[in-house]
């Protein structure tokens, strides 16, 4: 079973940049889909990004496509996503999961999370 740690959220204004790192135990992370996902006070956890465990294929929310960029280094066991252009509407908390299932854009197909990282954008 792989175990998740998110880290690098914080505050930031507007227009400016982040990088959340996520951490994985165990020897199956390559094996993973992985995703990053948020979740603002009083709303819906949401789909923020995706790359697959094979080919480094990755998948965007239309609201973070061109300012969010998902990686990973399976060598280091970590998955990436560099934030950039910032908003407002950015913040949330951010988590990172895994999933078995190639595609995995629903937080329903994620089986493993890890604790969450807030993330705030000062206007």
């Known amino acids: 079973q792989v175990q998740l740690v998110e880290s690098g959220g914080g505050l930031v204004q507007a227009g400016g940049s982040l990088r959340l790192s996520c951490a994985a135990s165990?020897?199956?992370?390559?094996?993973?889909?992985m995703g990053w996902f948020r979740q603002a006070p009083g709303k819906e956890r949401e789909f923020v990004a995706y790359i697959a465990a094979s080919d480094d294929r990755t998948r965007y929310a239309e609201s973070v496509k061109g300012r969010f960029t998902i990686s990973r280094d399976n060598a280091k066991n970590t998955v990436y996503l560099q934030m950039n252009s910032l908003k407002p509407e950015d913040t949330a908390v951010y988590y990172c999961a895994g999933s078995s299932i190639e595609g995995a854009t629903k937080h329903e197909w994620y089986g493993t999370w890890g604790q969450g990282t807030q993330v705030t954008v000062s206007s």
């Open positions: 165990g020897r199956t992370f390559s094996r993973y889909a």
